[in-house]
């Protein structure tokens, strides 16, 4: 049973419009979140996290937002460039975990010139 | 700063047969997460190392074991291998002991069980 889930295997967007990336969650103790960015042949790049405390944390081009009534996060980025091309992984843990990270199973996004 | 690095690249071995993954923290870093992705799956975790103890432990066999040395680099150890152990291995060194939430990840160990 996947307590984190990306459902949207893959999205395609144009140079300099938004990527919108969204993740949901199904444990209601789960109260840190992170999103990764994954490359071809290196491990994920941790990008941006969010506590459970907040709605929104901004990063440069990167903003996610975290409804915790819906269960639901989602990864802004504004303004989008090739070099963004890469699987994004949405990751959750919760307070004793022990350093456990739940990730989603990951949405490609490509961003085309 | 040097970050996480693992060690070998890529590896082949044959079922039934024993392999060690090593991994070296990100300086001063003293937590290392292990984790094994499948391909088109995200990492699950397998075990985490906090000053060379394990501090927590995912859902995998006792076949899979580690190590935490006093320089906090670690190993990955599993026994008696099996098809699907086939999986990219990923390490993750952090800052912290029972709350390591920002993880910083290495390239990662391609194991192929033939």
């Known amino acids: 049973d996947q307590q984190v889930k990306q459902n949207s295997p893959s999205l395609s967007v144009q140079e300099g419009r938004i990527s919108i990336l969204n993740c949901d969650y199904t444990?209601?103790?789960?109260?840190?979140f992170l999103w990764y960015k994954k490359y071809p042949a290196e491990g994920p790049t941790f990008l941006i996290s969010?506590?459970?405390?907040?709605d929104k944390n901004e990063d440069g081009r990167f903003t996610v937002f975290l409804n915790k009534s819906a269960k639901h996060l989602s990864l802004h980025i504004v303004p989008s460039q090739p070099g963004d091309s890469a699987v994004y992984f949405c990751?959750?843990?919760?307070?004793?975990?022990?350093?456990?990270?739940?990730f989603g199973k990951g949405t490609k996004l490509s961003v085309k010139p | 700063e040097t970050g996480v690095t693992q060690s070998p690249t890529h590896l082949i071995k044959t079922r039934g047969q024993q392999v060690t993954l090593r991994c070296s923290s990100q300086?001063?870093?003293?937590?290392v997460s292990w984790y094994q992705q499948a391909l088109g799956q995200g990492p699950q975790f397998i075990f985490q190392?906090?000053?060379?103890?394990?501090?927590g432990r995912g859902n995998f066999p006792p076949r899979f074991s580690g190590l935490q040395f006093p320089n906090y680099s670690s190993e990955l150890n599993v026994n008696a291998l099996e098809l699907d152990d086939s999986a990219l291995y990923l390490c993750?060194?952090?800052?912290?002991?029972?709350?390591?939430?920002?993880?910083?990840f290495g390239p990662g160990t391609r194991l192929t069980v033939l």
């Open positions: 993750a060194s952090s800052l912290g002991g029972v709350r390591s939430d920002t993880q910083y």
């Open positions: 444990n209601s103790m789960f109260d840190y």
């Open positions: 969010i506590s459970s405390i907040k």
């Open positions: 990751a959750a843990s919760t307070m004793g975990s022990q350093g456990n990270l739940i």
């Open positions: 300086s001063g870093h003293n937590t």
């Open positions: 190392y906090y000053r060379e103890e394990e501090n």
